[in-house]
């Protein structure tokens, strides 16, 4: 601009390539790029920019979401492809992004707006006894071969089946690595949609749970499996 | 949609005809002047200005009572002749098109391929987005990628529009400067 000086700071020049800069202030500011090289360069680059936006619309993301559960509150996180994680277990929200920052270095992990209501609503759905199976697409490609294996043949146990680890290892066509089930299994990502509390020991106790034996207990009662629970000590208390 | 769908109707006296001639002489001129302006080319802002027309025609805007066509017209002209403007300095401007009221009938000069970005620039960009502190990170996502309305933005991140909004501003201002050597070296390809 020659002359007088530019009273345009850098967010109104953003604002307008935004379509954030409505009425006569934006209508002003149109009018004014044609006269003001520095407006007109912050708007070139801030359209680069915006074109640029493409990369993020194709390319991987992690979206999570919280809501409050009888479990405390719960998260999730997917990918593009499907749910990578779901947790209740007692870290913060920041903590939580925090473990996903650290493991997908490339994607932006963002708060989801409105991709994972679905999933929340089908564990809401769970909670309340009204759903006894998810339709919900899970992401497992970050897990081993052998994880991927004992969690795929963990997820064929329908609602309120219970089989034993080596039942899993078996079915897995690892008869003897019942141990190794087990840690899989306590591995497990995506807990309550890959129903590993429904995976109990042969001698008929319920063994251990990643997220605390307690809330196995609660999930096996919740799904009508009172007879494996020890009389003596009720569950959580969810249905 | 089918509410703006539904105002075009009554507010158009034939829905399908764009006055787009009516357009062209009562603006066209002072448009093409402006245009010229910024590109100090009266070839390639008369080019802009056609090809205003014809958007018009495929993406008409509301033109009912109240609404400012005028403004409408210099908004999408002068985010054109920016494109064709940034194109030139780019020299062949590698970079993906993506502009909210217009989509290009062809790229803004006819040897400019608008390629994608190479696939190590758009991992370059979403590792800077990744790396953004995590409002900024989420409200940039929301607003620049997903093209969510301030006031869902706010919601979602607990926060007053006016916070959302900053946080866009100053998360696009960021990548904006860490991301200044990405197009250069992305024209080089």
Redo the contacts between chains.
């Keep these: 601009m020659t002359g007088t000086r530019c009273t345009y700071r850098d967010e109104d020049v953003l604002a307008w390539v935004l379509g954030d800069a409505a009425g006569a202030r934006g209508d002003e500011l149109t009018l004014h790029l044609a006269e003001c090289r520095p407006c007109r360069e912050r708007a070139e680059d801030y359209c680069a920019l915006d074109r640029s936006a493409g990369a993020c619309r194709e390319g991987a993301v992690i979206r999570w979401r919280a809501f409050e559960t009888p479990f405390g509150r719960m998260r999730i996180a997917a990918s593009r492809k499907g749910l990578v994680r779901l947790t209740w277990r007692p870290l913060d929200d920041d903590a939580f992004v925090g473990g996903l920052e650290e493991r997908y270095r490339k994607a932006p992990v963002v708060c989801d707006c409105d991709y994972l209501a679905p999933v929340e609503e089908q564990l809401r759905e769970y909670f309340d006894a009204r759903r006894t199976r998810f339709d919900i697409p899970l992401d497992l490609d970050g897990v081993t071969d052998f994880q991927r294996h004992v969690l795929t043949a963990t997820a064929g146990l329908g609602f309120g089946e219970v089989a034993t680890y080596t039942d899993i290892a078996r079915r897995i066509g690892r008869p003897r690595a019942s141990r190794a089930v087990g840690n899989a299994l306590g591995r497990n990502p995506l807990a309550i949609v890959i129903p590993c509390h429904r995976v109990v020991r042969s001698d008929g106790s319920l063994g251990g749970y990643t997220g605390g034996p307690e809330y196995k207990e609660a999930l096996l009662a919740l799904e009508g499996r009172r007879d494996l629970l020890d009389e003596d000590e009720p569950a959580l208390g969810l249905v | 949609m089918e509410s703006a769908t539904l105002t075009e109707y009554r507010s158009a006296p034939q829905p399908i005809d764009v006055p787009v001639d009516d357009w062209a002489s009562r603006y066209g001129d002072e448009l093409e002047r402006?245009?010229t302006?910024?590109l100090r080319s009266v070839d390639e802002a008369r080019d802009v200005v056609q090809e205003l027309w014809v958007t018009a025609l495929r993406v008409p805007p509301d033109w009912g009572e109240g609404s400012?066509i005028r403004?409408w017209l210099?908004?999408v002209a002068?985010?054109r002749a920016?494109?064709v403007?940034?194109a030139r300095?780019?020299h062949d401007?590698a970079?993906?098109?993506?502009?909210?009221?217009l989509e290009p009938e062809r790229p803004v000069r006819p040897d400019a391929a608008f390629r994608?970005?190479s696939r190590e620039?758009?991992?370059l960009?979403?590792?800077r987005?990744?790396a953004?502190p995590?409002r900024q990170?989420?409200a940039v996502?929301?607003?620049?990628?997903?093209g969510?309305d301030y006031e869902?933005i706010a919601q979602?991140?607990d926060c007053s529009q006016d916070a959302a909004?900053a946080n866009?501003?100053q998360g696009?201002?960021r990548?904006?400067r860490e991301?200044?050597g990405?197009?250069k070296e992305e024209d080089l390809r």
């Design positions: 402006h245009v302006r910024m400012n403004a210099y908004r002068t985010r920016l494109d403007l940034s300095r780019r401007g970079l993906e098109t993506r502009s909210r009221e994608g970005l620039g758009a991992d960009v979403r590792t987005v990744a953004l995590s990170r989420d996502w929301l607003r620049w990628i997903e969510v869902t979602r991140l909004r866009v501003y696009l201002k990548l904006r991301l200044a990405l197009w």
